[in-house]
């Protein structure tokens, strides 16, 4: 198996069973070694007091974001920390954009950057994320 393929394999499986990101509206859009992309439009449930999407929904789009990169190798890995700035709010019905970017993996940690942009590719928000393996795989002998 390729890395893309596995890559593909690990998203496909985790999706499977993902009913919190599923739930929200999510669609994983693209999926490789340490990367993936994931997408949401903002409803008016996830809309806050201000009129603007509450902080919590686009730092769970990132973390979604992160758990598909960070997966993409067979080994089964959890997020440790995550540290977000938002720079803009989301609006209602706009789309956000979150894309991750593996940053280093060395033995059981990793670190992960992630971009929430809107759809006109504005920048929303930036997360940096740690994961560690749980020491399990996706499939045992890929």
């Given at each position: 198996?390729?890395?893309?393929e ?53 730092l ?49 940690s ?33």
């Open positions: 198996m390729t890395p893309d596995l890559a593909k394999a690990c998203a496909a499986t985790m999706w499977a069973d993902d009913h919190a990101s599923q739930g929200l509206g999510m669609t994983l859009d693209a999926v490789g070694p340490g990367t993936s992309v994931l997408s949401m439009t903002v409803t008016q449930a996830m809309v806050n007091g201000l009129g603007v999407c509450h902080g919590g929904f686009i769970t789009l990132a973390d979604s974001a992160m758990a598909f990169a960070s997966n993409a190798h067979g080994a089964k890995a959890v997020a440790q920390h995550i540290s977000i700035t938002y720079v803009r709010p989301g609006r209602l019905g706009e789309r956000l954009v979150a894309t991750a970017e593996e940053r280093v993996r060395s033995g059981r990793g670190m992960y950057d992630v971009r929430v942009s809107g759809a006109d590719g504005t920048v929303v928000a930036e997360m940096r994320g740690h994961t560690r393996l749980t020491g399990e795989r996706f499939f045992p002998h890929a």
